[in-house]
């Protein structure tokens, strides 16, 4: 059985520390909404676990479980002072994490594959997420590494998107499809079942080029179609 420590702070912030690891968390419980009876059940995220902890309505906290990375899925996330979206859509082969820096937003929903080192994978993120990028490397966006996993970097204004891709180079009809992707995504994260779509849309065309069709079903699907 664990001990775990929990400082209430101004109102409905709290502080956590991991009995596992001693990682200090700050939760601001005004960020999550209340489910199941009042209980909010929120992960955080530390190096090799992660520590879910549920907090009644009444401020008190019911429980609190170290468990594998895979287990958070559909929970209230937080990596750091980051919300991280983890509503997970399966799809195979066209797999990336959106980003909100200013809104210290990252969403992993579309990368069931980060999930396994979910640790490093966003550590690696939080470190790439400098919003201006010179503008010559805006048509050959950069590549970012970790042991055999690789993502092309891409940026709008309001978001980083980090794709994966299966190897460092030769990747150029993927960078066109997370290119048309990023351009799709504004100042906040679309709603889950937007994002299946547009993925699902996207894999069965992975291998070829996007035409100015599939930008405009791109566009349609993600309701920014004037048409
Ligand atoms: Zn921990």
Redesign the pocket.
Known sequence: MYLLCSVKILGKEFIII??????RNIVNLDKFSPEFGGLRRIA?I??D???IVDIDSSLFMRGAY?TPYTHIVGTATIFRDYTVLTDIIIVKNFEFIACWPTKKIIDIRTCPECLTDLYNILSLIVRNLQPQIAKEKINSPETISMDDKHFIVIRNSYVVLFGLVPSPSNNENRVLWFKAICGLLGDSPLPTNVLRELAEYTVERINRRPNKQDILELQKISGKSNS
Do not use: Y
Not at 18 to 23: E, K, L, S, T
């Open positions: 991991c009995p596992r690891c001693g990682a955080l530390h190096k676990h992660a520590l170290i």
